[in-house]
């Protein structure tokens, strides 16, 4: 090992030693200056990447990937979750969930963020969200901007309309990393959704339908999901010319109207739950005894139906949609089967075992 | 007969009959608005098709008047006649121009008992059960009043602020029971809250009118005493009215009318505070033309929302305790900057 000392530099060598030291320096100072320039005027360097989300209002939400934490604000999101096998990043969920404990299983005892329409800020806030996801005008935008404060993100989704189900399915897919999950469902969509249709382009005259919401005679028109769900099933929806989605009509008026089909939405608070068509079949004949409406057409041939909410609007909207579509042509639809559809849905997309009662009419209803 | 006292009989006599003639045209101008609102409606019937269906059984046309129009227009004037009933005698016995059905809390006690039988009561006779419910709770509400007045020797600002402050507490339990009803059940709330003619037949205009009728004959008897009443409880002792007596009987009797007309079509708001004071203005206090007066007044404000509420928007209903306070408003205020004198 060599352990010789270096030797003392000369005067002249010393000198030069100096020249060069001070260049060094020079050479130090500068390189600094450069680097601390890049460093204070170069932009800022990405942590974490993000992705551009386009929300049912239109508009662009950038959402940082990868997200690990979500809140879900409502049902139908909670559902799309599950459909897409992301449950696990949920954190908290509505407080509603624990009218439906059978339904949603171990997410009831997910910790709860309030109510879907008046959430608790501050149990967000506790559960450290990277996204929270309601609907788009539910709660109002107080959420946005208290959420920006608070440090947590807002999404925007209206999965309980037909026509952007499909497509927001696919953004929370990609936002996810779960493309091939999204991607199957919408596949099942499509198909059962063209399935329907296909059968109603020969359709001249639609039969006409009085679609009614939970509240009695609140018509649903443009604009509700009701309407939406009528006229993809085939229907004609008497309240189609109507001005807004929920309009209180008269007896009367329905009277005049004189559908061929009325459909009726009914909340039991979870069919799922329901054993048997006794509810259902009560608040059908509750409409049926309206006074004066046995010269209403869809009475006279007992065209009268009731549907949970469940399958009325929502993910699971194309289960209702059959439903209707056989109610309004019956006939025409044999080989679709609303229960079996519904089945696949819940024991493929959902992960639990076909049960419950949805509808007044048990014989449609129910799988082979 | 002195001069004086001649001049006072022609004053009487000539006071008596402007009451008997605003009377008469609050009735001609109900039956005309009856009329109005039997003829026009959503099925598109003209008016003579619509009144000739009243008296020819020709299916669709006279179900229609028979089972929807004629029980709606007559549920119309019942509950107007109790509102503006029960409102007349509540400003008298408290001695006070902002008591009312509502601003006593009975109305919100009965709204309270009715949604209470909407989320934990379901089932059959739903109808019944909400007007039992809200019956029953329009009594609590009127027997706490009473219970503070009897404890405390209350004044009726006493019993207004009772009133008021039950009023508060009842609109805060309904707002929370809707926290835990489903989404159909908040709707039928909701619903409930605005008022509506629309669920009404004739076996619930049966009950109704049992209801708001029966207490109006012991009203009307002691409208000497509701007169004397309305110059304070020391006069009135003086006189020898037992006031503790007849302001119990008249609250009872009035939260009996109150229930009755708000137990089948929910909320109707603001007519049982405005038609006393229209009538009040125009014919003054005596309760014996009073009491009918504000009824009919009532019935006359209630039977004009409901057909505009009906017409309006067609077919589109706006709810009717909508369109009372959109009707009952200007005018009331109309009244109230035309008189120069105090009337109250």
């Given at each position: 090992m060599n352990t010789t000392r270096p030797k003392a530099a000369p005067s002249s060598q010393k000198s030069h030693c100096a020249i060069e030291w001070a260049g060094k320096r020079l050479q130090i100072l500068l390189c600094c200056w450069v680097l601390g320039g890049f460093l204070f005027f170069a932009p800022a360097p990405t942590l974490a990447a993000s992705l551009s989300i386009t929300d049912s209002l239109g508009r662009t939400v950038e959402i940082p990937q990868p997200v690990h934490r979500i809140v879900a604000l409502n049902s139908d999101i909670l559902e799309v979750l599950r459909t897409l096998k992301a449950q696990d990043l949920v954190v908290g969920v509505f407080s509603e969930i624990v009218r439906e404990p059978e339904f949603w299983g171990d997410l009831v005892q997910k910790p709860k963020a309030g109510s879907w329409r008046d959430p608790d800020l501050e149990a967000i806030v506790r559960l450290a969200p990277d996204l929270v996801i309601a609907y788009s005008r539910n709660p109002g935008p107080e959420l946005e901007k208290?959420?920006?404060?608070?440090?947590?993100?807002?999404?925007?989704l209206d999965l309980y309309r037909i026509e952007v189900l499909e497509k927001e399915v696919r953004a929370l897919?990609?936002?996810?990393?779960?493309?091939?999950?999204?991607?199957?469902?919408?596949?099942?969509?499509?198909?059962?959704?063209?399935?329907?249709?296909?059968?109603?382009?020969?359709?001249?005259?639609?039969?006409?339908?009085?679609?009614?919401?939970?509240?009695?005679?609140?018509?649903?028109?443009?604009?509700?999901?009701?309407?939406?769900?009528?006229?993809?099933?085939?229907?004609?929806?008497?309240?189609?010319?109507?001005?807004?989605?929920?309009?209180?009509?008269?007896?009367?008026?329905?009277?005049?109207?004189?559908?061929?089909?009325?459909?009726?939405?009914?909340?039991?608070?979870?069919?799922?739950?329901?054993?048997?068509?006794?509810?259902?079949?009560?608040?059908?004949?509750?409409?049926?005894?309206?006074?004066?409406?046995?010269?209403?057409?869809?009475?006279?041939?007992?065209?009268?139906?009731?549907?949970?909410?469940?399958?009325?609007?929502?993910?699971?909207?194309?289960?209702?949609?059959?439903?209707m579509a056989r109610w309004i042509h019956p006939g025409r639809f044999p080989d679709l089967h609303p229960g079996d559809l519904h089945r696949e849905y819940l024991e493929i997309f959902q992960g639990i075992p076909y049960k419950g009662v949805f509808v007044s009419d048990d014989i449609a209803g129910k799988a082979p | 007969m002195s001069s004086h006292a001649e001049a006072l009989c022609r004053n009487y006599r000539a006071y008596a009959g402007a009451r008997i003639l605003f009377l008469f045209v609050v009735i001609l101008l109900l039956l005309g608005l009856t009329a109005i609102g039997l003829s026009v409606g959503a099925s598109g019937m003209s008016p003579l098709e619509a009144l000739s269906a009243l008296f020819v059984d020709n299916g669709r046309a006279h179900?229609?008047?028979?089972?929807?129009?004629?029980?709606?227009?007559?549920?119309?004037?019942?509950?107007?006649?109790?509102?503006?009933?029960?409102?007349?005698?509540?400003?008298?016995?408290?001695?006070?121009?902002?008591?009312?059905?509502?601003?006593?809390?009975?109305?919100?006690?009965?709204?309270?008992?009715?949604?209470?039988?909407?989320?934990?009561?379901?089932?059959?006779?739903?109808?019944?059960?909400?007007?039992?419910?809200a019956f029953i709770f329009s009594l609590v509400s009127a027997f706490i009043i009473l219970g503070v007045a009897r404890m405390r020797r209350a004044s009726s600002?006493?019993?207004?602020?009772?009133?008021?402050?039950?009023?508060?507490?009842?609109?805060?339990?309904?707002?929370?029971?809707?926290?835990?009803?489903?989404?159909?059940?908040?709707?039928?709330?909701?619903?409930?809250?605005?008022?509506?003619?629309?669920?009404?037949?004739?076996?619930?205009?049966?009950?109704?009118?049992?209801m708001i009728l029966l207490p109006f004959p012991f009203l009307w008897r002691r409208a000497w005493d509701l007169n004397l009443l309305t110059a304070g409880d020391e006069s009135a002792l003086a006189l020898g009215v037992n006031?503790?007596?007849?302001?119990?009987?008249?609250?009872?009797?009035?939260?009996?009318?109150t229930a009755g007309c708000i137990c089948f079509t929910g909320v109707i708001g603001f007519v049982g505070l405005v038609a006393p004071h229209i009538t009040r203005m125009i014919i003054g206090s005596?309760?014996?033309?009073?009491?009918?007066?504000?009824?009919?007044?009532?019935?006359?404000?209630?039977?004009?929302?409901?057909?505009?509420g009906r017409t309006l928007w067609a077919p589109q209903v706006i709810p009717i305790g909508i369109v009372t306070s959109f009707i009952g408003v200007p005018f009331f205020f109309y009244l109230l900057l035309k008189r120069s004198r105090e009337y109250w």
């Amino acid at each position: 090992m060599n352990t010789t000392r270096p030797k003392a530099a000369p005067s002249s060598q010393k000198s030069h030693c100096a020249i060069e030291w001070a260049g060094k320096r020079l050479q130090i100072l500068l390189c600094c200056w450069v680097l601390g320039g890049f460093l204070f005027f170069a932009p800022a360097p990405t942590l974490a990447a993000s992705l551009s989300i386009t929300d049912s209002l239109g508009r662009t939400v950038e959402i940082p990937q990868p997200v690990h934490r979500i809140v879900a604000l409502n049902s139908d999101i909670l559902e799309v979750l599950r459909t897409l096998k992301a449950q696990d990043l949920v954190v908290g969920v509505f407080s509603e969930i624990v009218r439906e404990p059978e339904f949603w299983g171990d997410l009831v005892q997910k910790p709860k963020a309030g109510s879907w329409r008046d959430p608790d800020l501050e149990a967000i806030v506790r559960l450290a969200p990277d996204l929270v996801i309601a609907y788009s005008r539910n709660p109002g935008p107080e959420l946005e901007k208290k959420g920006e404060a608070l440090g947590f993100r807002v999404l925007r989704l209206d999965l309980y309309r037909i026509e952007v189900l499909e497509k927001e399915v696919r953004a929370l897919g990609l936002l996810l990393g779960k493309e091939t999950e999204a991607d199957r469902f919408c596949r099942w969509h499509r198909q059962h959704l063209d399935a329907v249709r296909s059968k109603l382009d020969a359709v001249a005259d639609p039969p006409s339908v009085y679609v009614e919401s939970y509240s009695d005679y609140h018509a649903a028109g443009p604009g509700s999901g009701g309407h939406e769900m009528c006229l993809v099933s085939g229907g004609r929806c008497v309240a189609g010319d109507l001005s807004i989605p929920y309009a209180v009509v008269t007896s009367e008026w329905v009277i005049s109207r004189n559908p061929d089909v009325i459909v009726k939405a009914a909340s039991f608070g979870n069919g799922y739950a329901v054993n048997n068509a006794g509810p259902f079949n009560r608040r059908r004949n509750a409409i049926m005894n309206r006074p004066a409406w046995n010269h209403v057409a869809a009475v006279e041939s007992g065209r009268v139906y009731v549907m949970d909410s469940a399958i009325w609007t929502g993910p699971r909207a194309i289960v209702g949609i059959v439903y209707m579509a056989r109610w309004i042509h019956p006939g025409r639809f044999p080989d679709l089967h609303p229960g079996d559809l519904h089945r696949e849905y819940l024991e493929i997309f959902q992960g639990i075992p076909y049960k419950g009662v949805f509808v007044s009419d048990d014989i449609a209803g129910k799988a082979p | 007969m002195s001069s004086h006292a001649e001049a006072l009989c022609r004053n009487y006599r000539a006071y008596a009959g402007a009451r008997i003639l605003f009377l008469f045209v609050v009735i001609l101008l109900l039956l005309g608005l009856t009329a109005i609102g039997l003829s026009v409606g959503a099925s598109g019937m003209s008016p003579l098709e619509a009144l000739s269906a009243l008296f020819v059984d020709n299916g669709r046309a006279h179900s229609i008047m028979w089972i929807l129009r004629l029980p709606r227009i007559v549920m119309a004037v019942l509950v107007g006649f109790g509102l503006g009933t029960a409102g007349a005698v509540f400003q008298a016995i408290l001695q006070n121009p902002l008591a009312s059905p509502f601003t006593l809390g009975i109305g919100s006690g009965a709204g309270l008992g009715a949604v209470t039988v909407i989320l934990f009561f379901g089932g059959g006779f739903q109808t019944y059960r909400m007007a039992l419910g809200a019956f029953i709770f329009s009594l609590v509400s009127a027997f706490i009043i009473l219970g503070v007045a009897r404890m405390r020797r209350a004044s009726s600002e006493t019993m207004i602020l009772t009133g008021i402050a039950q009023m508060f507490l009842f609109s805060s339990v309904t707002s929370l029971f809707q926290y835990m009803g489903t989404m159909e059940q908040v709707q039928e709330v909701v619903f409930w809250f605005f008022g509506s003619l629309s669920k009404v037949g004739w076996p619930e205009i049966g009950l109704a009118a049992l209801m708001i009728l029966l207490p109006f004959p012991f009203l009307w008897r002691r409208a000497w005493d509701l007169n004397l009443l309305t110059a304070g409880d020391e006069s009135a002792l003086a006189l020898g009215v037992n006031v503790e007596h007849l302001r119990m009987a008249a609250v009872v009797s009035a939260s009996l009318v109150t229930a009755g007309c708000i137990c089948f079509t929910g909320v109707i708001g603001f007519v049982g505070l405005v038609a006393p004071h229209i009538t009040r203005m125009i014919i003054g206090s005596d309760h014996h033309t009073l009491l009918p007066s504000s009824g009919l007044v009532g019935a006359l404000i209630v039977v004009a929302a409901d057909t505009l509420g009906r017409t309006l928007w067609a077919p589109q209903v706006i709810p009717i305790g909508i369109v009372t306070s959109f009707i009952g408003v200007p005018f009331f205020f109309y009244l109230l900057l035309k008189r120069s004198r105090e009337y109250w």
